[in-house]
Every structure is written in structure tokens, then in C-alpha cells.
């Protein structure tokens, strides 16, 4: 079936330090791959999205590059900060027979930055 | 911006009790969705609905009914808690049908039964 592997946390790094939340997925056809985060106290908001293999989704630093060849969506920042402790989402979306599409989440990785 | 606002943040409901949750968007958006999220279970989605009228059943529906009459408004139904549906509910919504499509959630609503 379609699924979502992705590491488990809780990850502490100090500030400054290399992110790496590694991601796996499993689908049928060529799924969108999405990483979405979640602040303390908020709802789930959209971090960064590839569409196609070889796609890099970028934003507010971080990154994934889309592998259709390892079926992976690692997510990476260079150099954290307190600001990103946060649960982070590797989902998935695949066109369904409704209109509406269903996206698939991963369990969650909670990330929390030592000053 | 997308604004999804849900009814409450926090509720105390106790076993038995019919309960309501309801989800607004403001940028007529087609879809919306209805999830619980557990720890370590992350977001399974119950069910979603593509257009007034029409609902969907998701992964775990069970104990669980929604409405939708009108595009703006998407509600979850718990027609007899049980402590079991004790869990955050998120409401998302969004447009339909290209590959960008994403999803706006909500602040969620942090249940608990009794």
C-alpha cells in the first residue's frame, strides 16, 4: 500500500547545527511529496513541495530533493535555529478517484534546538 | 492568507455525549478534511469531503459523521464519545486538482472525553 516512513525523534541538535529528517515513501504512480510543519500550539502549515523526481522544494532554508531512485524526501537545513523546534511532516498526495485528492502524512519527527 | 478557524480549542466532553466540531475557511476552497492526530501515529485522515453534500470516508471513519451544507463550513460529528476519541482534530481545506495542490489547516481542537 502507499505509505510514509520517516525517522523517529524526538532529534536535539544545537543551534547551528546540520538537519537531516530522513523520509521514505511507498506509492503507486508518481506521487507529490510534501514536508509540512508544526509550531507549538498551531496547525500543520506547508513547508516545502517537490511535484516530480529530481524536484528540490526549498524554503526558509531548508530543503528536499525528490528521488524517485531511493523513493526518498530528506529534508536538511544547514545550520538550525531555536525557531525551528517543531513536529515535521513528510506526507504524500496521490490523485484518488474523487476530485479530492488524499494526502498521506508520516508519523512526525519532533525537533527541538538547544540554544 | 488562507484563514481555517475551528469552533474551539479545547473541549471536555464526557462518554456518551454527542459532540460537534466545526471547521470555517474563508478562500472557497473545494475540499476539506477532517483528521485526528495522535503521537506517533502522526495525521490519519477520517473523512473529507469535495463539495457541499458530498463527503468521503477516509482512513478510520468509524464513530464519526460529518456535514457539509455549506461550502464554507465542514463539520465532524461524534454521535456518542467514547474515551477512545480522545485525540487533536485538525480540519484542512483546499483547492482542487493540480499537482501544487496543498492543504491549510486549521489550529486544531484538542478533545477530551472523560
Known amino acids: 500500500g502507499n505509505s510514509v516512513t520517516q525517522m523517529e525523534g524526538p532529534v536535539t541538535l544545537s543551534e547551528e547545527a546540520f538537519l537531516t529528517i530522513n523520509c521514505t515513501y511507498t506509492a503507486t504512480g508518481y506521487p507529490s511529496l510534501f514536508w509540512y510543519v508544526q509550531y507549538p500550539g498551531e496547525g500543520l502549515q506547508l513547508l516545502l513541495k517537490?511535484?516530480?523526481?529530481?524536484d528540490k522544494g526549498s524554503n526558509k532554508g531548508f530543503e528536499a530533493t525528490y528521488r524517485k531512485e531511493t523513493t526518498s524526501f530528506h529534508l536538511e537545513k544547514g545550520s538550525v535555529q531555536v525557531s525551528d523546534s517543531a513536529v515535521y511532516f513528510c506526507?504524500?498526495?496521490?490523485?484518488?478517484?474523487?476530485?479530492?485528492?488524499?494526502?498521506?502524512f508520516g508519523s512526525g519527527t519532533r525537533l527541538s534546538i538547544r540554544p | 492568507d488562507v484563514k481555517v478557524t475551528q469552533s474551539s480549542r479545547y473541549l471536555v466532553k464526557r462518554t456518551g455525549e454527542k459532540v460537534f466540531l466545526e471547521c470555517v475557511q474563508d478562500?472557497?476552497?473545494?475540499?476539506m478534511f477532517w483528521y485526528r492526530q495522535d503521537p506517533g501515529l502522526g495525521l490519519r485522515l477520517i473523512y473529507f469531503s469535495y463539495d457541499v453534500k458530498m463527503k468521503e470516508k477516509g482512513d478510520i471513519p468509524e464513530g464519526y459523521s460529518v456535514s457539509r451544507e455549506k461550502k464554507e463550513r465542514f463539520s465532524l460529528i461524534l454521535e456518542s464519545a467514547s474515551t477512545n476519541q480522545t485525540s487533536m482534530y485538525l480540519c484542512?481545506?483546499?483547492?482542487?486538482?493540480?499537482?501544487?495542490?496543498?492543504?491549510?489547516f486549521g489550529p486544531g481542537t484538542r478533545l477530551l472525553v472523560l
Open positions: 484542512a481545506s483546499s483547492f482542487t486538482g493540480t499537482a501544487q495542490e496543498t492543504q491549510y
Open positions: 506526507a504524500l498526495r496521490l490523485w484518488g478517484y474523487s476530485s479530492a485528492s488524499k494526502i498521506i
Open positions: 478562500m472557497d476552497h473545494e475540499n
Open positions: 517537490a511535484t516530480k523526481a529530481d
